[in-house]
């Protein structure tokens, strides 16, 4: 089921170049190849080349600095804000934090340079002791939930992308492509996996299956919403990286039951590395994604899983 597989994905552990966690869990259901990046992929069917990808990491943070007293500094990995900081509870070599900084009667402006991880050590040799060190990666420690028509957890961007990759490898018999079902790394610094896994597959088509923003909240004016929750999946156009192919584009819109387009916007995905290739990105609208904790419907995951089995079993 796709909520077993999304609850085990965005429950695992995996910044940018540090995924081993979310590929031992992709592992589990297949045999896949690994390249070089750490890369995985399968691929079933004949005839032109066609590369369905997910990103497995996600955004967090790494220990940057140990000071004597136990805090700890850190750096980003990935576009995080400013205000989704103080107060998270964070999670590192499986000890549980908080992102602090100094109580508000004591300072009431902080900056973000001020801002310091807590775990409660009383020096840095009880932090060393716990295996931590520069480098260390550091996550949101939220856990998946369920229930009615929505899914919240953590990671949504993008392991939302992979689980449905790992339900189509189930659900599809014989594609009418020859279909690459991929799985990079390090999206957030730069698609750096998806660079490798263009090369080597040369594929003619590329679909990037995404976590996309949700900006329908209190306060934003229509216009400058991307995409929507509860419309169906969300296809580009056009992004920061990427002019979409219009017949790609086409081909999955007459496929689809339900589906929206998502309005042009920054940010970028592995699609917009794949030069040469005729591609575009279908995503599944989650509000807050790069944040603690995401939300999606599951109607929206299903009505992209019945697009897409439609779409790899014509031409």
């Known amino acids: 089921m796709f909520e077993e597989k999304l609850e085990e994905l965005s429950n695992a552990c995996g910044i940018a170049g540090r995924e081993g966690a979310v590929r031992d869990v992709i592992k589990r259901y297949g045999n896949f190849c690994e390249d070089s990046?750490?890369?995985?992929?399968?691929?079933k069917g004949k005839g032109k080349k066609l590369m369905l990808v997910a990103h497995m990491?996600?955004?967090?943070?790494?220990?940057?600095?140990?000071?004597?007293?136990?805090?700890?500094?850190f750096e980003r990995v990935g576009g995080i804000e400013d205000s989704l900081l103080?107060?998270?509870e964070v999670i590192c070599n499986g000890l549980r934090g908080v992102i602090g900084s100094y109580p508000p009667h004591v300072k009431e402006k902080v900056s973000s340079k001020e801002i310091f991880m807590d775990f409660g050590f009383s020096s840095k040799k009880e932090a060393e002791e716990e295996g931590i060190r520069t480098g260390t990666p550091i996550y949101f420690a939220t856990r998946f939930s369920s229930k009615g028509k929505t899914m919240a957890g953590k990671a949504f961007d993008d392991r939302i992308g992979c689980s449905i990759i790992l339900e189509l490898i189930e659900r599809i018999g014989e594609p009418v492509y020859e279909t690459y079902f991929a799985f990079s790394t390090q999206e957030e610094v730069g698609s750096r996996g998806a660079r490798v896994l263009v090369e080597e597959i040369r594929p003619e088509y590329v679909i990037a299956l995404e976590g996309t923003t949700a900006a329908d909240v209190p306060g934003i004016r229509e216009s400058d919403v991307p995409a929507s929750m509860g419309k169906g999946?969300?296809?580009?156009?056009?992004?920061k990286s990427l002019m979409a192919d219009e017949g790609l584009v086409d081909k999955l819109i007459r496929r689809a039951d339900r589906y929206q387009i998502k309005k042009p916007a920054y940010g970028g995905t592995d699609a917009g590395v794949a030069f040469g290739s005729r591609a575009t990105v279908c995503s599944i609208p989650c509000r807050y994604i790069h944040a603690p904790l995401s939300i999606a419907r599951k109607d929206d995951v299903e009505e992209a899983l019945v697009m897409l089995e439609r779409f790899l079993?014509?031409?």
Do not use: S
């Open 233 to 239: 999946p969300a296809i580009t156009v056009m992004d």
């Open 57 to 73: 990491d996600e955004v967090g943070f790494m220990v940057k600095h140990i000071d004597e007293e136990g805090f700890i500094r």
């Open 86 to 88: 103080e107060g998270t």
């Open 37 to 43: 990046a750490g890369n995985l992929y399968t691929k």
């Open 313 to 315: 079993a014509q031409e």
